[in-house]
């Protein structure tokens, strides 16, 4: 019997008190209008007296218990809402407005609590296989942990500042920076530091763009190991498998040839010494790896909460790389377009930057030289969802007569900094890169264009 008659998480008087305080005073709006929608409300014609009331003051008119009963009445059923004398009533309950956002503070958790429980519902039901579509266990939980993960993660708490109150938050920012703080996340190569103004950002989306065979998955992984060191890092792939990302990481941590690790009895007796020393200089890095296929923005979405919540931060996101995962469009420079602009979206919202890898178009390959901002692929919207893109080229994978661990990183654009060119010198087999003047004394080569990364002004 008591199953029967359990009645879902709400609060009557809570929404009679949020209700009754718009009524009474429509400035309460700005202090509720960003916690609440009407769907937060329990009871139907709650709901429908706090959509009434968002339409009237949304258009900068009125709404008091006259022109909300005339609203409703407009919309019909109004006397089963228990018309004027309803509304009334819901004036007089509150004697100010001055506690409404409490109130609604309320509603807004009892909406929570009733949306937890849904959720469990709909994955007890699909646990039993009551579900017409019988999805996959793995399926289950997957759709679970990330609508629970968005209910854990709801915040409305995003009141516009006032100039004002910024200012000194600002100056004190400038100081601190003056000082030696920073708010750059270093990414372990001087020249690209320097051309960023410090390394990645909170906030940033960085695309890293290349064709084929010019170590992009290598650079990004060298990247990864040295902000693991302070940082924890997410690292998702859809290219390669946990065991091959592993392989490249040891791999570049020893010094070690990757072919070795492939056939290790092929490997000369002191590839053991090396692979030792790599490991231990691997552990207790702070870098989460994963390879689920298929990746969508919400499983990265859903992976980075995860790792959030494990490690209790996070310093940088990789997605290894954009032209394999799948979003929403009418056709594929849409599809790619949406996953940049969403993937900008948790950079922001979680304030970690994340790197996007993309391949690049042929076009690239029928220009002699360096690609251009044009050449990433299928979509115009990667360029502009990115606030910093950089287009890696190695002249030697098609001119063999040319250096051939010499590489250039163009930093193709940067909102609010420098556009360039790094340096970088590349140990193919050891899937290792370096600034070019730690490895190299001496000019640059000259053929295919070398600028110097401070030479290029600033982007638009």
Not at 213 to 240: F, N, Q, W, Y
Not at 377 to 387: L, T
Not at 389 to 414: F, M, S
Request: overall charge negative.
């Amino acid at each position: 019997m008591s199953d029967v008659l359990r009645v879902p998480p709400h609060s009557t008087e809570a929404e009679q008190s949020v209700l009754g305080g718009l009524l009474l005073d429509n400035s309460a709006w700005d202090r509720v209008g960003d916690l609440l929608s009407a769907e937060d409300f329990y009871r139907s014609e709650h709901r429908a007296i706090y959509t009434a009331i968002a339409s009237l003051v949304t258009a900068n008119k009125e709404a008091d218990v006259i022109t909300v009963h005339e609203r409703l009445k407009r919309l019909g059923g109004v006397d089963d809402l228990g018309g004027m004398g309803y509304l009334n009533s819901l004036a007089a309950s509150v004697p100010s407005a001055s506690s409404a956002r409490a109130y609604a503070g309320i509603v807004r958790e009892m909406a929570l609590r009733r949306k937890v429980i849904r959720i469990a519902d709909e994955m007890a039901g699909g646990a039993w296989g009551t579900d017409k579509a019988r999805a996959g266990l793995q399926e289950i939980v997957d759709h679970s942990v990330t609508q629970l993960l968005e209910v854990g993660g709801t915040s409305a708490e995003h009141e516009p500042k006032l100039l004002d109150e910024l200012l000194p938050q600002f100056v004190d920012h400038v100081s601190g920076l003056y000082e030696g703080a920073s708010d750059a996340i270093s990414l372990g190569l001087d020249g690209l530091d320097d051309v960023l103004d410090g390394g990645a950002r909170a906030g940033d989306l960085i695309v890293l763009g290349a064709r084929p065979g010019m170590g992009k998955t290598s650079l990004v992984l060298s990247i990864c190991r040295h902000v693991a060191k302070g940082r924890p890092v997410l690292s998702c792939t859809l290219e390669d498998m946990l065991i091959g990302q592993t392989r490249r990481i040891v791999a570049a941590a020893g010094g070690i040839n990757l072919a070795d690790l492939r056939n290790p009895k092929r490997a000369p007796h002191a590839m053991w010494g090396a692979l030792s020393d790599a490991v231990q200089s691997l552990q207790g890095l702070q870098l989460y790896l994963d390879d689920e296929a298929a990746l969508t923005v919400m499983d990265v979405r859903r992976k980075v909460q995860q790792v959030k919540r494990r490690a209790g931060g996070l310093g940088l996101v990789v997605v290894d790389y954009l032209q394999l995962m799948d979003g929403e469009g009418e056709n594929r420079n849409q599809q790619l377009g949406f996953v940049a602009n969403r993937l900008r979206r948790y950079a922001k919202e979680f304030a970690v930057p994340i790197v996007l890898l993309s391949q690049l178009s042929r076009e690239a390959d029928k220009r002699p030289g360096p690609p251009q901002l044009s050449d990433l692929r299928d979509s115009g919207d990667i360029e502009s969802a990115a606030r910093v893109v950089g287009l890696l080229y190695r002249e030697w994978v098609r001119n063999p007569k040319a250096d051939q661990h010499y590489t250039q990183l163009h930093i193709a654009k940067q909102n609010d900094g420098r556009t360039g060119v790094v340096h970088l010198y590349f140990d193919g087999p050891r899937l290792q890169f370096h600034d070019w003047d730690l490895m190299r004394h001496g000019p640059l080569p000259t053929s295919f264009g070398a600028h110097s990364a401070g030479g290029q002004g600033l982007s638009a």
